[in-house]
């Protein structure tokens, strides 16, 4: 069985300083562990995705994610926000299982904030 | 290029009335998949498909069909809408396997009363 927590509903930050988002997951397998992006009124994007290659992924717009096993975790950052990365962010895991019958499971997500 | 799209934007609804949405894709994407996202949760799958052709349940398929007649486009129908079906229905697709990036439609925003 897979799942995924999202720590935090709602991070406020100001425009600068660093974001930090926390996910936590649970999975049989093997995970593949993505982080996607909602903006207001639009459909979700992809950030970046971790599949067993680098445990520190890089996406766009700056944002970056490390995999720790250790720590079941997969917390999304940005050294500097920026207005413009005002939304609603979304920690997604998916196991490799054997069996081939994968699936994705969404967090509930985590609205940010960028203070002026 | 369009990506992911999604007809139509909104819509109201009586109970008991059907409707059908309509999902497109330009990439010659494989894999297609219905999601509704509710308030303080996260997205879930109603149903998927892996080709032109099939179809299979996801998490929350009860009161949704899908059909894949064309290998670009993927129907969601309420036969019997219920004010629990008020939701954002959100369309995606992928290449192949579903751990591949999925590139989401903007969403059909349903209000059934």
């Known amino acids: 069985a897979q799942s995924v927590t999202q720590l935090d509903s709602h991070v406020s930050v100001s425009e600068g300083t660093p974001v930090l988002l926390r996910c936590n997951y649970s999975s049989s397998y093997s995970p593949s562990l993505f982080w996607y992006v909602q903006h207001p009124n639009k459909g979700l994007q992809l950030l970046l995705k971790?599949?067993?290659?680098?445990?520190l992924v890089k996406g766009i717009n700056g944002f970056e994610a490390e995999f720790k096993k250790s720590e079941t975790s997969f917390h999304l950052t940005k050294p500097s926000a920026h207005m413009s990365d005002a939304a609603e962010y979304f920690c997604v895991v998916s196991d490799r299982a054997m069996s081939g019958n994968e699936k994705l499971t969404f967090g509930t997500g985590t609205r940010l904030t960028i203070i002026p | 290029n369009a990506g992911v799209t999604q007809t139509p934007k909104f819509r109201v609804l009586k109970t008991g009335q059907s409707m059908t949405l309509l999902c497109a894709q330009d990439m010659n994407h494989e894999y297609m998949y219905w999601y509704r996202q509710d308030p303080g949760m996260g997205l879930r799958l109603i149903h998927y498909s892996v080709g032109e052709g099939t179809t299979a349940k996801g998490e929350v398929p009860d009161g949704y069909n899908v059909s894949r007649l064309k290998k670009q486009n993927f129907l969601l129908g309420l036969e019997s809408a219920a004010p629990s079906q008020t939701s954002v229905y959100f369309c995606a697709s992928s290449y192949s396997r579903v751990v591949e990036t999925q590139y989401f439609g903007p969403g059909t925003r349903l209000l059934v009363l």
């Open positions: 971790y599949t067993s290659a680098a445990t």
